[in-house]
């Protein structure tokens, strides 16, 4: 059993809190959180389990990594305080862990990223042993490993196209949702995440890794947005109002230039309403799924959609990028230390895990 440790209890750490604990081979050794009012309640309630893990959260990283766990699964964001994320994932590894987490983006795509992200998680595996794999859904999994599957299933193939369609209104962080997407805001207002060059920095290395495992060299990478208002006012269930003539829709493309053409495009059409942007892609159903198009012979077209938490959409998506990292933990410790992307870390079956619920 590798003692694991998570480190954050919102969106991403209930998933991981019950993640870790349906593992077969995990133990939940503790977990970490920087709320006061989580201090010393049960890890079970923290993760919506209806009962007890017999682990009390504590905000004592000293103590917690002093312990030498085998994992550690790193759930606080990193959105806003990527240096302070880095941080602590640095701390981790240097203290032995195999450490993974969705917070990191430029280290999606490790032999690319700046040598202010790579180098310190070099010198801390170097220091300690530990290991470091970064990934997601979206960036993660929806733009690495799925689409790189499908196009295997191609006589030819001339694009791959990745898409997240999401009503946004579904996603509870609502400081995301408003200051850095940008919606309800003003057309006029930036959204930081919107900034020129922001989506490469988060899906530049999706690009690359796909690019790599298709034997293709990416030219350039581009990108193009697109935004429209609110026709009226809407209502949403978690996060109030929108007013009309704000900012509704957003849809935006980060496309690998491969001889010329966009032949790698990773697209996000993102809504706090269905009724805005009617004429852009929906989802089959429901709030939100993502899509893997692969433009050929044949032509494929794959869509997933996961629900969590009484059906929603996005607690699913989470849900799977945790399923993606919990899973790899075993693999990882087996396999030298070291900073490993998604084209290292295979996706297995649930060995041990069908037919198996958190306790």
């Not at 060059?197 to 890794?209: A, E, H, N």
Request: aromatic share 6%.
């Amino acid at each position: 059993m590798i003692r694991t440790v998570v480190w954050g209890t919102g969106n991403v750490g209930r998933a991981a809190i019950r993640a870790v604990d349906a593992h077969p081979g995990l133990e939940l050794a503790a977990v970490l959180v920087s709320d006061p009012a989580k201090v010393g309640r049960d890890a079970g309630a923290l993760a919506g389990l209806g009962h007890d893990l017999g682990v009390a959260a504590t905000d004592d990283v000293a103590a917690v990594l002093g312990a030498r766990p085998g994992a550690v699964v790193y759930a606080a964001s990193g959105d806003v305080r990527p240096d302070g994320a880095l941080e602590d994932v640095v701390r981790a590894v240097a203290a032995g862990a195999v450490v993974v987490t969705p917070s990191l983006y430029p280290l999606y795509d490790p032999r690319n990223a700046p040598p202010e992200f790579r180098d310190p998680v070099l010198a801390a595996v170097a220091e300690g042993g530990g290991s470091l794999f970064a990934s997601g859904v979206d960036p993660g999994w929806g733009n690495d490993v799925l689409p790189l599957l499908v196009s295997g299933l191609g006589t030819t193939v001339d694009a791959v196209r990745c898409q997240e369609v999401f009503d946004y209104s579904t996603y509870e962080q609502e400081f995301s949702v408003r200051e850095l997407i940008g919606m309800g805001k003003p057309l006029d207002y930036e959204p930081p995440m919107l900034f020129p060059s922001v989506p490469t920095m988060v899906w530049g290395g999706q690009i690359r890794l796909m690019a790599r495992a298709l034997g293709v060299e990416v030219e350039d990478i581009r990108e193009t947005v697109d935004r429209r208002p609110l026709e009226t006012t809407v209502k949403t269930r978690t996060m109030g109002l929108f007013e009309a003539g704000t900012q509704g829709a957003v849809r935006f493309e980060v496309q690998g230039i491969v001889g010329g053409e966009p032949r790698i495009v990773i697209e996000h059409v993102t809504r706090i309403h269905p009724s805005c942007a009617p004429d852009w892609p929906v989802p089959p159903d429901g709030a939100g799924a993502h899509r893997v198009i692969v433009e050929g012979r044949p032509r494929i077209e794959v869509t997933v959609a996961a629900t969590d938490e009484d059906e929603n959409r996005a607690a699913g998506g989470n849900a799977t990028a945790v399923g993606r990292l919990v899973g790899a933990i075993d693999w990882l410790a087996a396999a030298e230390p070291g900073l490993y992307d998604a084209l290292d870390v295979p996706i297995r079956p649930a060995v041990g895990r069908l037919g198996r619920s958190a306790r």
